[in-house]
């Protein structure tokens, strides 16, 4: 059976821009093949050599623009990590040898093991330590911020960071961010961030008058306020900024629009910044 189509009008001469496009270019929509292939051929090779090739191949369906194939294989990339973090693992040698460095390796702290749980660790030198003590402590100390990482691997890493007051980075002419304990986990419960904090808290005093920033996660807020009774509590400017851009976006503003209001309310600046509470 043989079916004939014929489509009424003319072919435009002339493409329209894009409207998210903040080029001048017009927007040509790849074939979703195209861009798998490219993909797959990314992650061999160099992103120039894959569009050189795709070229020589059919110059009519490349990818037109480079970022169509870096943004592919970041996504692929990005599933197949939440695919093992989503997957059952087996630790058992990790863990092994993680307790066979526990007396020999100064960066190892504590390891804390609970019966139907995977293991925690706490990771740190007695300089970042002390460091993180002497830079946060009081009225006018650096504030604290406890923050949980991504995508590292089949774990989560929940760090400690603070300005250090002692130096001066040349690129920006202020004190740099320094990292101080960090916890190694792979859950995110309020009871698994009491004992890191407690960790911590055994070290410093729960006296010390110390002010930490956050984000709103509720298991951590907690904990926090449960292991640090006297600390005066922020959140992270960060945190706010991306949650009024997500909902500007949700509701249908527009990048400029969107990117104007929140330069209103942050302004221009960047770094770590917090709100009190």
Request: glycine share 6%; charged share 30%.
């Amino acid at each position: 059976m043989l079916a004939i189509v014929e489509y009424c009008g003319t072919m435009p001469t002339k493409l329209k821009k894009h409207e998210n496009s903040k080029k001048s270019e017009p927007y040509i929509r790849t074939d979703p093949k195209v861009i798998q292939r490219a993909a797959e051929m990314a992650e061999h090779e160099k992103v120039s050599n894959v569009m050189t090739k795709l070229m020589e191949d059919n110059s009519f369906t490349a990818p037109k623009f480079r970022r169509q194939k870096n943004d592919k294989r970041f996504r692929n990339r990005k599933r197949k990590l939440e695919e093992n973090m989503n997957s059952r693992i087996n630790i058992a040698d990790d863990v092994v040898s993680v307790l066979s460095e526990l007396h020999s390796n100064p960066v190892i702290q504590e390891i804390i093991l609970t019966k139907h749980k995977k293991p925690v660790v706490i990771v740190y030198s007695n300089q970042q330590m002390d460091d993180m003590i002497r830079n946060c402590e009081g009225d006018d100390g650096s504030v604290l911020g406890v923050d949980r990482t991504f995508n590292l691997g089949n774990f989560y890493v929940t760090v400690f960071s603070y300005k250090n007051r002692c130096l001066i980075s040349n690129r920006k002419k202020d004190f740099p961010v320094m990292f101080g304990p960090c916890m190694i986990h792979f859950d995110a419960e309020e009871e698994t961030y009491g004992k890191f904090f407690s960790h911590v808290t055994d070290r410093l005093g729960q006296k010390t008058r110390l002010t930490i920033g956050s984000d709103e996660g509720k298991s951590m807020t907690n904990a926090l306020k449960a292991k640090f009774p006297h600390a005066n509590f922020l959140l992270c400017t960060k945190h706010i900024h991306d949650n009024i851009r997500r909902h500007l976006q949700e509701n249908g503003a527009g990048v400029q629009e969107r990117k104007g209001i929140l330069r209103v309310i942050f302004g221009k600046n960047d770094g770590i910044f917090f709100f009190r509470r």
